[in-house]
């Protein structure tokens, strides 16, 4: 069931991504989630085990009232409008009778069903107590980020890709807060087009003045679910010609002996026509690492070889981790490593590369 658009603009912060529902006569209680969609936002896990349990009807009218932020208190009424028993609905689920024509055909006597059904009407009860838990561990706040390489048409507005949008529940959100690497906040409304991209709008603008970015700047965007609903931005390079490059990367299992680097970052670095480089951990400590380069059908492929796979082992990498590599130019030769997602080992030959700047 789609929440109506214009009921949205009543959530402080955005949409919660866990609705509590209230009965108005039985005072049970069920958590659903919300799911964004093109449509819009939508109840989600949790909305048709509350619909069965009700014995919702085709035409049958709810009122919903807000209490407080995240929670629903439901008024169900017939297609006679007049105000359902949502109390005997639920005990005539319990018992496994869902319709007149059901119950006719129901042939034991009234005590000898409701004494067989005690136990498994137990066993639902059980069940309910369960719900809460489960829908808390499938809807626990997850965090994304992304890096993004600023353009001129970022000074208006930043295009959130859409899986992150989906996962941190972005697009079911009228406002966001994004904060610097200072602290300072800004607010930032958060806007859906027909097309379904959600994107940063109005208030970005300031945030990117007050903040000095320019077309070239590499910022990394990084979403903490919850309450807080905030979105911290790192610059990570002000794009300043033969100042540093950085990339980006999402490690693959055979990456741990080697690692080949985008063809713009080797060539606009120097790598290229390098044979030796130190690449540094986030601790400081350095490796001393050969750079190799092949050339394949005219194409001149670089890449880490002799030492890279003792700095995997030293810093506990693994496929699906993300890295940032910052080469740093100069007499140092020097490659910062940034350690910025730790994965879950099960990235194949399907991870990728991000932009490069």
Known sequence: MRIPP??????????????????????????????????????????????????????????FKLVGNSTFEV??????????NTTLAAKRHDD???SPAERAREVKPIKQ??????????????????????????????????????????????????????????????KTVIKNSEGITWGVDISVWKSGQTCLSTGWSDFWAANGLAV?????????????????????????????????????????????????????TGLRWKTMAAIKDPKGKAWDVRISTLVVKETHQTFLSTGWSDFWAANGLEAGTTILLQFIGGSGNEIDVQILKRGDG???????????N
């Open 96 to 98: 496994g009778v869902h």
């Open 216 to 268: 070239g700047t590499t910022i990394l965007l990084q979403f903490s679910g919850g309450s807080g609903n905030e979105i911290d931005v790192q610059i990570l390079n002000r794009g300043e010609p033969g100042d540093s490059s950085s990339v980006q990367l999402v490690l693959k299992d055979y990456q741990r002996y080697n690692i080949f680097l985008p063809s713009r970052f080797a060539q606009k």
């Open 75 to 84: 008024e169900i009424y017939g297609r006679t409008a007049c105000k359902k």
């Open 113 to 174: 069903h409701t004494a067989k059904r005690k136990k498994p009407k137990g066993a639902a009860v059980k069940r309910a107590r369960k719900l809460p838990k489960k829908v808390e561990m499938d809807a626990e706040p997850k965090e994304s980020s992304f890096q993004l390489v600023l353009k001129r048409y970022h000074k208006s507005y930043i295009n959130i890709p859409r899986k992150i949008a989906r996962e941190t529940g972005l697009r079911c959100k009228t």
């Open 346 to 356: 099960n990235i194949g030959a399907g991870g990728r590369h991000l932009k490069t």
């Open 6 to 63: 214009a009921f949205m603009e009543n959530f402080e912060g955005g949409v919660p991504l866990i609705f509590k529902l209230i009965c108005a006569d039985s005072r049970n209680s069920w958590f659903v989630a919300t799911e964004g969609k093109e449509e819009g936002c939508f109840f989600g896990s949790g909305w048709s085990k509350f619909a069965v349990e009700q014995n919702l009807e085709l035409k049958d009218f709810l009122v």
